[in-house]
């Protein structure tokens, strides 16, 4: 599985950018979908997933601003961003996983295919 993230840039602190997350060699409704993002010299922390059947799971500091969605047809999942703070500047990065065996939704060692990273600066 290829996963291609996009979309990030540079906006001011209150914009909204969304994410893609564009997949090839497998179909990603057959796999839990995560976003996380890693911001300089910090961790990679977990932001958002989806599970095969539509369940969403959010870290509650930023439910209400993202938002994680998919279009089957497309075999893309989003990630809508509203409301950024300069706190958002981050990689942000797709996960996808092989099985629905591997735990956590939360936890970064479920997913095994990763995208490359799409760099989301927001300005105060």
């Known amino acids: 599985v290829q996963l291609q993230a996009s979309g990030g840039g540079l906006v001011q602190a209150g914009g909204s950018l969304r994410l893609s997350c564009a997949a090839s060699g497998r179909t990603l409704s057959t796999c839990a979908v995560a976003w996380f993002r890693q911001a300089p010299g910090k961790e990679r922390e977990f932001v958002v997933a989806i599970s095969r059947i539509g369940s969403i799971f959010y870290v509650d500091s930023l439910k209400g601003r993202f938002t994680i969605s998919r279009d089957n047809a497309k075999n893309t999942v989003y990630l809508q961003m509203n409301s950024l703070k300069p706190e958002d500047t981050a990689v942000y990065y797709c996960?996808?996983?092989?099985?629905?065996?591997?735990?956590?939704?939360?936890?970064?060692?479920?997913?095994?295919?990763w995208g490359q990273g799409t760099l989301v600066t927001v300005s105060s």
């Open positions: 996960a996808a996983d092989s099985d629905n065996y591997g735990g956590s939704y939360y936890d970064i060692d479920r997913y095994d295919y």
